[in-house]
């Protein structure tokens, strides 16, 4: 017969296995119905590495005193929680330069030989409070109708389970063509990441996300925007940057 203490530590254990599977599987699926804070993530994943690494220590340790198939089952339990930490981390910071998508979305192609009006904005991405967030897009979009901007140059576009993806929403409100890169954060795994947009009257013929140095901090990714436009003809390169003082081209 198994005693009181070690029918307890037996339960205390299975109990512990249950909630960092559970734990794990939280980490990769919450923001798909929720938006989480960046509290809660860090906390959730702090807990899914340490639970992993002390199920994983636990066993090592103390291998001999259960059947080596639970024994393996635990480390290899430990292991994967880890991992998936680990993962779930390098994917949200990973960011790499590549050719982006275009969306064609113009109704109004007309070329003022006169002049091409191009308009700057950093938007303030919001988070993680997101005060105001659809009052200042009302906002930025009447203002952005009155200017009547051939371009727009945008920083920390915002896409959010919430509130859509900015870029998408301007695009289709003004007519205008348009390309979204992501900098930092991640839709699908915290429901919130921000980047860079272009949008334009004329074509966009191409458009490249490069990646700016240092990291600085380490986790927090500068990128470039440089898109292609098709002025008559005639291409115009255009690069919309997001950087700080310590930055290196």
């Known amino acids: 017969m198994m005693s009181r203490k070690a029918q307890i530590g037996a339960t205390g254990l299975w109990v512990s296995r249950v909630l960092l599977a559970s734990s794990a599987s939280v980490l990769w699926s919450y923001a798909r119905y929720y938006p989480p804070s960046p509290t809660f993530l860090g906390v959730l994943l702090a807990l899914t590495f340490l639970g992993g690494a002390s199920l994983f220590l636990w066993r090592v340790v103390r291998y001999r005193t259960v059947p080596a198939r639970q024994a393996a089952t635990d480390v290899t339990l ?11 981390l390098f994917t949200v910071l990973s960011n790499r330069e590549e050719s982006l998508s275009v969306t064609q979305a113009a109704t109004d192609t007309t070329i003022h030989l006169d002049r ?55 695009g289709e409100a003004l007519h205008l063509n348009y390309v979204y890169a992501r900098a930092n954060g991640s839709r699908h795994l915290l429901g919130f990441e921000e980047g860079s947009a272009i949008l334009s009257r004329l074509p966009i013929l191409d458009a490249r996300r490069l990646l ?36 290196k081209m």
Do not use: K, Y
């Not at 292991?79 to 779930?88: G, K, V």
């Not at 380490?218 to 898109?227: D, S």
């Open 78 to 88: 430990g292991l994967a929680a880890m991992a998936s930490a680990f993962a779930f």
């Open 116 to 170: 091409l009006r191009i308009v700057d904005f950093n938007v303030l991405h919001g988070i993680p409070a997101f005060d105001g967030q659809e009052a200042r897009f009302q906002d930025t979009l009447a203002a952005f109708r009155v200017l009547d901007p051939d371009i727009i140059v945008l920083q920390e576009v915002w896409d959010t389970s919430t509130h859509g993806n900015m870029a998408r929403r301007l």
């Open 212 to 247: 700016l140095a240092p990291r600085t901090p380490w986790w927090e990714c500068r990128i470039a925007l440089v898109v292609t436009i098709d002025v008559g003809g005639r291409q115009l390169t255009v690069c919309g940057l997001h950087c700080h003082d310590q930055m």
